[in-house]
């Protein structure tokens, strides 16, 4: 994820990005629930853990990069 924030891509964007290069339909609703909460100004490591399929060391990789 620090790829897309590096250069300058929308993280909104490179969810979608993300999104449509997995095979998983768990991690893709996952991606769209975090997305939405995104939208309305939340974290995003917080709405992925409120989804309980990503392991806590990739949550806290992700809070850690916000």
Same mark, same amino acid.
């Given at each position: 994820?620090?790829?897309? %924030?590096? %250069?300058?891509?929308?993280?909104?964007? #490179?969810?979608?990005?993300?999104?449509?290069? =997995?095979?998983?339909?768990?991690?893709?609703?996952?991606?769209? =629930?975090?997305?939405? #909460?995104?939208?309305? #100004? @939340?974290?995003?490591?917080?709405?992925? @853990?409120?989804?309980?399929?990503? #392991?806590?060391?990739?949550?806290?990789? =992700?809070? =850690?990069?916000?």
């Amino acid at each position: 994820m620090d790829l897309f %924030t590096s %250069t300058g891509y929308p993280l909104l964007q #490179g969810l979608d990005c993300i999104k449509d290069s =997995i095979n998983n339909a768990i991690a893709e609703k996952a991606i769209d =629930i975090a997305k939405e #909460g995104v939208i309305k #100004g @939340e974290s995003l490591a917080e709405n992925l @853990e409120k989804i309980d399929y990503f #392991g806590p060391i990739f949550l806290q990789m =992700i809070s =850690i990069r916000e």
